[in-house]
C-alpha cells in the first residue's frame, strides 16, 4: 500500500470515528444516561416524560461532543505563560481550546432547548418565580464563588504589577475581554434557562422539565467553575511574567505563575465534580393554576 492511499485510509477512518462519536447512541447508552438522569435529580421516569427527557439528554450530550470536536478539527491553537517569563517560553494550551469547544456546545444546547417537543404538551411561563438557587446545589455555589474570588484577587494583583510592566498589558487586556465575554455569555444562558417556559400538561412532564432545568444549570456552574480557575491562572501566570527567573536565579513571581497549573487543574476537577453531582432541588414543580394561559415561544 502505497503511502498516499494509506493516508487516504486514515483520513477515512478518523472521519468515521468522528460521525460515530457525535451520532452513535446505542440502547444501552441511552438507558444508562436515563437512569444516571432519574438517579440525580430524582425524578420518577414515565411512559409520558421518558422521551421527553430521552430527546433533551441526546441533545445535550449531540451538542458538547459536536463542539468538542470541532474545536479539535479547527486546527485553532493558544499559547499560555504558565512560569514562562518569555513569549518563546509559552507552552501550547490545546485542551483550552477543547474545553471551549465543549463549553460553547453546553451553550447552543441550552439556547435549543426550548424547541423540544414534549409529547403534545403546551410550554407555558410559570407566574412562580425561579432563581438560580432552587437549582443550583449550595456547595456547587460555594465552590464557584470561592474561585470567582480568586479570579478577582488575582485579576486584582495583575493589575497593580502591570502598572509597571508594560509588557504584560496587552495580554492582560485580552484576558479580561475574554472573561467579561465568557461570563455575559454564562449569565445569559442562565437567565434563559431560568426563564425557559414549562410544560404543564402533565405532573410527570413537569418534574421532568425541572430536572432537566436543575441539570443544566448545574452542568453550566461546573463548566464555570473551571473556566473561572483558568481565567485566575491566566491572571497569575501574567504576574510570573513580571520577572525575568534566569536573571537572578529562582524567582518568587515565576513560581506563582507556575502555580497557575495547579489552580486550573484544581478547578478543572472542581469543575468535573460541581457538574456531575446530584441536584437537590428546593423548588416545587409549579402546578397548572400557576401558569400563564398563553403559550411562550
Do not use: C, K
Amino acid at each position: 500500500m502505497t503511502p498516499g492511499i494509506l493516508t487516504v485510509v486514515l483520513i477515512v477512518l478518523v472521519i468515521v470515528l468522528i460521525v460515530m462519536l457525535v451520532f452513535g447512541d446505542s440502547t444501552s447508552a441511552r438507558a444508562t444516561r436515563l437512569a444516571s438522569f432519574a438517579r440525580r435529580q430524582g425524578v420518577e421516569v414515565t411512559e409520558h416524560n421518558a422521551d421527553y427527557i430521552q430527546t433533551s439528554l441526546r441533545q445535550s450530550r449531540f451538542w458538547r461532543r459536536f463542539g468538542l470536536l470541532a474545536s479539535f478539527v479547527s486546527g485553532i491553537g493558544v499559547t499560555m505563560p504558565f512560569g514562562a517569563s518569555r513569549a518563546e517560553d509559552q507552552p501550547p494550551a490545546r485542551w483550552l481550546v477543547l474545553f471551549a469547544g465543549w463549553f460553547l456546545g453546553l451553550i447552543v444546547a441550552e439556547w435549543r432547548a426550548s424547541g423540544i417537543a414534549t409529547g403534545g404538551g403546551h410550554r407555558r411561563a410559570t407566574l412562580a418565580p425561579r432563581a438560580v438557587r432552587d437549582y443550583v446545589t449550595p456547595a456547587a455555589a460555594w465552590v464557584l464563588g470561592g474561585f470567582a474570588l480568586i479570579a478577582a484577587g488575582s485579576g486584582l494583583w495583575m493589575a497593580v504589577r502591570a502598572t509597571g510592566h508594560q509588557e504584560i498589558r496587552g495580554p492582560a487586556g485580552g484576558v479580561v475581554a475574554v472573561a467579561a465575554a465568557a461570563a455575559l455569555l454564562v449569565a445569559a444562558t442562565g437567565r434563559r434557562i431560568l426563564r425557559r417556559a414549562q410544560t404543564v400538561v402533565d405532573d410527570a412532564l413537569t418534574a421532568a422539565d425541572d430536572g432537566l432545568r436543575a441539570r443544566s444549570l448545574q452542568l453550566l456552574a461546573g463548566g464555570s467553575v473551571a473556566a473561572t480557575s483558568w481565567v485566575a491562572a491566566a491572571f497569575l501566570a501574567l504576574v510570573g511574567r513580571t520577572d525575568d527567573p534566569f536573571a537572578h536565579g529562582t524567582s518568587l513571581w515565576a513560581n506563582i505563575g507556575g502555580m497557575g497549573v495547579l489552580l486550573a487543574f484544581a478547578g478543572s476537577v472542581a469543575g468535573v465534580a460541581v457538574g456531575t453531582s446530584p441536584t437537590v432541588r428546593t423548588r416545587r414543580a409549579p402546578s397548572r393554576s400557576a401558569t400563564r394561559s398563553t403559550p411562550v415561544t
